[in-house]
C-alpha cells in the first residue's frame, strides 16, 4: 500500500492512540514518583530499577515521536502532529493546531535533542556530563505536564470532523488510582510475607510465602 493512499482519518486515529498511549504512560510514570513507594523500590530495587527508567523512556520518546517535524512528516510517511496539520482537510483548524505548536515550540525542540542524545543515541557528551547538557537543553517539568494536559485540545483540532473534543482527565485519574491500588496490593504482600517469615523463625514450618503446594 503507498503511503499517500492512506486517509487521514486512519492515521488520525494512530496518533490518537499513540498520543494517549504516551498520556498514560506519563502519569503511570508521575505517580510512581511518590516518595512513600521508595520501602517498596527497596525490597524489589532490581525490578524497579528496569521498570520506571523504562516508564520514563517510553513516554518521553513516544512523544518525541508524535511532535516529529522531518523530511519524513513532511512527505507523510511518518503519523506525527505535524504531518496531520499538513494534511488536514479543515484549513481553520489546522491553523490552530498549528499555533498550539507554536507557543510550544521551544519545548517540542528540546524534548527532540533530548530524545535524540539520550534515549535514541548514546552522546557522549551527555551521558559524562548530563548536568551541563541538561542545562542547554533544558525542560520545566510543569511545561512537559502542560504539554500532556493540553494534548485533549489538540486532538480536537487535529479531528478529522467539526465538534470533537477530548476531556482526558479520566486518563489521568485511572492512572494515578491503578498505580496507588498496585502498590497498596504490593505493600500488602510485602506485610504478610513479612509475618510470615517471622513466624517461619519462631515456630518454623514452610518458609516460602505463598507456602508451596507439596500435594500433587
Known amino acids: 500500500m503507498?503511503?499517500?493512499s492512506i486517509s487521514y482519518e486512519a492515521k488520525f486515529a494512530q496518533l490518537q492512540t499513540l498520543l494517549l498511549g504516551a498520556y498514560e504512560t506519563f502519569y503511570t510514570w508521575k505517580a510512581l514518583q511518590n516518595e512513600e513507594y521508595n520501602d517498596l523500590y527497596k525490597i524489589n530495587n532490581g525490578f524497579w530499577s528496569a521498570v520506571i527508567p523504562a516508564l520514563q523512556h517510553e513516554w518521553f520518546i513516544g512523544l518525541a515521536r508524535l511532535f516529529e517535524d522531518s523530511k519524513h512528516s513532511r512527505s507523510g510517511t511518518?503519523?506525527?502532529v505535524y504531518s496531520?496539520?499538513?494534511e488536514h482537510p479543515n484549513k481553520e483548524r489546522a491553523q490552530q493546531?498549528?499555533?498550539?505548536?507554536?507557543?510550544?515550540?521551544?519545548?517540542i525542540q528540546n524534548i527532540t535533542r533530548i530524545r535524540d542524545?539520550?534515549?535514541?543515541?548514546?552522546?557522549?557528551n551527555f551521558l559524562i556530563n548530563p548536568k551541563e547538557f541538561e542545562k542547554?537543553?533544558?525542560?520545566?517539568?510543569?511545561?512537559?505536564?502542560?504539554?500532556?494536559?493540553?494534548?485533549?485540545?489538540l486532538l480536537g483540532f487535529l479531528h478529522p470532523e467539526d465538534g470533537h473534543g477530548y476531556m482526558l482527565d479520566h486518563l489521568k485519574e485511572e492512572a494515578e488510582r491503578d498505580t496507588k491500588?498496585?502498590?497498596g496490593a504490593l505493600r500488602y504482600f510485602n506485610t504478610k510475607r513479612k509475618e510470615h517469615r517471622e513466624k517461619w523463625v519462631r515456630e518454623g514450618g514452610d518458609p516460602h510465602f505463598p507456602a508451596k503446594d507439596t500435594e500433587r
Not at 97 to 103: D, H, S
Not at 117 to 124: C, D, E, G, L
Not at 137 to 143: D, L, N, Q, T
Request: without cysteine; proline residues 0%.
Open 2 to 4: 503507498s503511503v499517500h
Open 78 to 80: 511518518v503519523v506525527s
Open 84 to 86: 496531520l496539520i499538513q
Open 97 to 107: 493546531a498549528k499555533e498550539f505548536v507554536e507557543k510550544n515550540q521551544r519545548v
Open 117 to 124: 542524545h539520550r534515549h535514541a543515541h548514546n552522546n557522549a
Open 136 to 153: 542547554r537543553f533544558s525542560i520545566k517539568y510543569a511545561e512537559l505536564e502542560g504539554m500532556f494536559e493540553f494534548s485533549g485540545k
Open 181 to 183: 491500588d498496585t502498590m
